[in-house]
Structure formats: C-alpha cells, structure tokens
C-alpha cells in the first residue's frame, strides 16, 4: 500500500506540472467581442509592459491594478526570449493590443513560452498554457472570427532560468503556421511609455502559492470605504469633473480644480448631512482660465473670523491666490502669489499636491518627459523637487 500511495502522488505531480494536461481540447470559447478603433490612432506592434514580481509562481497570478510597470515597451512581433523581457527572474508579462482580421474564419493559435502563459481575444481564452513550462511543448487553440477588430492580450510569467514567448498562428487557408505580427496587430500610437522601479504586488491564484486577501485600499482599487465612514453620492447627474484638487470653505462648502480645457474652479453647495439628495446639489463656477490647475488650499486669515480666509489654486506657472472682493461667489482677482519655478512648454511639468502648514504651502515639480516615456535631459532647474512657499 505504501508503494502504491508513493506511485499515485509521484503520477499527481506530474499531472499538475505538466503543460501535456493543458493541451487537452478546453470547450469552445465564447464568440470574441470586436471593438470600434476608428477613434484612436494606431500603429504596428503591440504594447508589451513586465512587472518585477519578485517571488516564487507556479501560475499566472492577477496583478493587483493601478501598479506600473517595471518595463513598458513595443514590440514588433511575438517571439520573445530571455533579455527581450528586460528582467531577468521572476517577473510578470503583459501584452495588450488589437487584432486586425481581415479574412472571417477559423483562427489557429499556436503558443509555446518558458513558463506559463494564455492567449485572450476579447475577453476569451483561446489558449491556456499556463504553469511550469521548459518551452519545449507548444499549446494550440482556435476561434472563429469575423472580419474586423479584436482586443488582444497575452499573459506570460518567468519563475527564473530561461524565458520565452511565442506565438504563431494559422489564418484561414494557409499550410503552416507563422510568428504573430506584422500588419495583423496594432497598438496606440505616441503612448507615453513610463516605468517605475521596485517590486509589484500580485494576488496568487490556488495553486500557485499562498493565497493573500488584502483590505479595500492596500494596493488596490476601493471597492469599499472604512466602517467608520458614509459612502454619499454628492455629484448631480452629468456632472463628472476631472478633479485636481479639493478642500473645504470654513461654511462647509467643497471647492474644487479641475482638469479641462476651461481650467475651472467650482463650488458645491448642498454637500452636508446625512441625508444628501445629489440632484439639489448647487454648482457655481468661482473661476475659470487656469493652467491645469492641480492643487487648490483654503487657508484661514489672520483674524480668526469665519469669513477671513484665503483661496490658493496652484497652476502649472504659478501659485495664484483667487480673491472674491463682492462676495458675490464669482472671484473678482486672480493675485500671481509665485512664479518663482521655470516652466518650459513640456506636456509633463506638472505642478501639483498642494498643501499648508503653518502658512506656509507646499507643491510639487513634476519632471519633463519625452514622448514614449524617456526622461527629458536635460531638466529644467528644481523639477522632481517639493517646494515650500510663503505667501506673505
């Protein structure tokens, strides 16, 4: 009995490591969703970014959102080893982009990689090779498509050692196979490729390690707010700014920056209680024409009174104070406080994060990029740096 109970765990492993279980022929994926792209600009290759994972996998784990890559690069065509990653060991791949069909048919995918990888067309999975994989045994799958565009996406992992990624497929009527690239996959034109140091969280899948459940928050999207919080809708139907910054009137009115082409400064009246019905929410516009206004600090005057207080919105070139002289909720000045940091005409040189402490503010330079995501060199002076600033 013991030999056989031995012989039955050594035949177990072998089932849960070996890609030959995954080849198996899955149930047909769901018909794949095409997309309109007539909006975006396009151009060949595919948008390929590696996260630093920096642990041990045995499956594909689910990056934890919002997290940006270590490596973010275009590439060409789907026939990657070892360096083409950037990393060396133990880290994640995601490929994303779109499928140009021009052709309606059956669609062969073939994908072989060291370690494991999946294929999705739309949001179906058209091959799963996932797993501990030595890039010796090729997966296939296929999918009937129609002519016209496909959201695309590969997912490959690297546990350490060698790593690869290819995939080839058979379009309808051809003989053989051939690397997927070429015209057949686009990806959006002039991204601002950025990257950023360090190791990413992932969530690991049963199987693949320990299984780690984190609070709403700890690297992750909220889905949820604190117990000792109320979630409250305070945003009128249609009203969806793209806010900079926010802070309170001594009243308890919110106003807040926004990022548009107006560069705007409003005000939310209605916002306090409990019971808060959205529609009856007031917006007035106090100012408008600012340089993508991404801070904005209400700070209270020397006299202590409850209508004593000053607005500080930080622009691109300037920290402005906006001044209401009639109290008639539009501002009547805009008072340049600070222009003391270089600004050049770069997409990139934000200035943001606006904060007081003992009335003294404090901001933020954000440095100058170039296009695809490089570092501009050279920098203009103090970008990258805090700034503190007394508006006195």
Request: with cysteine; charged share 25%.
């Amino acid at each position: 009995m013991k030999s056989r109970a031995i012989l039955a765990t050594a035949i177990a492993a072998v089932l849960v490591l070996s890609p030959l279980t995954l080849a198996q022929d899955p149930a047909p994926p769901a018909a794949p969703q095409q997309e309109d792209v007539s909006s975006l600009s396009l151009e060949p290759g595919l948008s390929m970014r590696v996260f630093d994972v920096s642990q041990s996998m045995m499956r594909l784990p689910s990056l934890v959102e919002g997290q940006t890559g270590n490596v973010n690069k275009l590439v060409s065509s789907l026939d990657l080893k070892d360096s083409d990653f950037g990393l060396e060991d133990r880290y994640l791949t995601e490929i994303t982009g779109w499928l140009v069909i021009n052709d309606p048919g059956f669609y062969e995918f073939e994908l072989l990689s060291d370690d494991g990888s999946a294929i999705y067309v739309g949001k179906a999975l058209v091959v799963n090779n996932d797993g501990w994989n030595t890039g010796e045994i090729a997966v296939e799958g296929v999918v009937e498509l129609a002519a016209g565009t496909y959201p695309i996406r590969v997912r490959h992992f690297d546990q350490g050692g060698k790593a690869a990624l290819r995939v080839r497929w058979r379009t309808p009527g051809a003989k053989s196979f051939e690397i997927l690239g070429g015209d057949a996959v686009r990806t959006e034109a002039n991204q601002v490729r950025v990257t950023a140091p360090g190791r990413k969280e992932v969530e690991m899948v049963e199987g693949s390690g320990p299984v780690v459940t984190r609070p709403p928050g700890d690297m992750r999207p909220l889905d949820g707010v604190h117990p000792a919080f109320d979630l409250i809708n305070i945003r009128p139907e249609g009203f969806q700014p793209k806010v900079g910054g926010m802070d309170f009137l001594p009243d308890g009115r919110l106003i807040l920056c926004t990022w548009s082409p107006e560069g705007e400064v409003l005000i939310l009246d209605g916002i306090r209680g409990d019971d808060v019905d959205s529609q009856l929410v007031k917006v007035q516009r106090f100012a408008a024409g600012l340089a993508e206004p991404l801070g904005i600090k209400v700070v209270p005057g020397s006299s202590g009174d409850a209508d004593d207080y000053h607005i500080y919105v930080l622009q691109k070139q300037e920290l402005t104070e906006l001044i209401d002289h009639d109290k008639d909720g539009v501002a009547d000045e805009y008072r340049a406080i600070s222009g003391g940091w270089p600004v050049s005409n770069n997409f990139h040189e934000f200035a943001f994060g606006l904060a007081e402490k003992d009335g003294l503010l404090y901001a933020n330079l954000a440095v100058a990029i170039n296009p695809g995501g490089a570092t501009t060199v050279p920098q203009m002076p103090d970008r990258g740096t805090a700034i503190e600033i007394d508006p006195r």
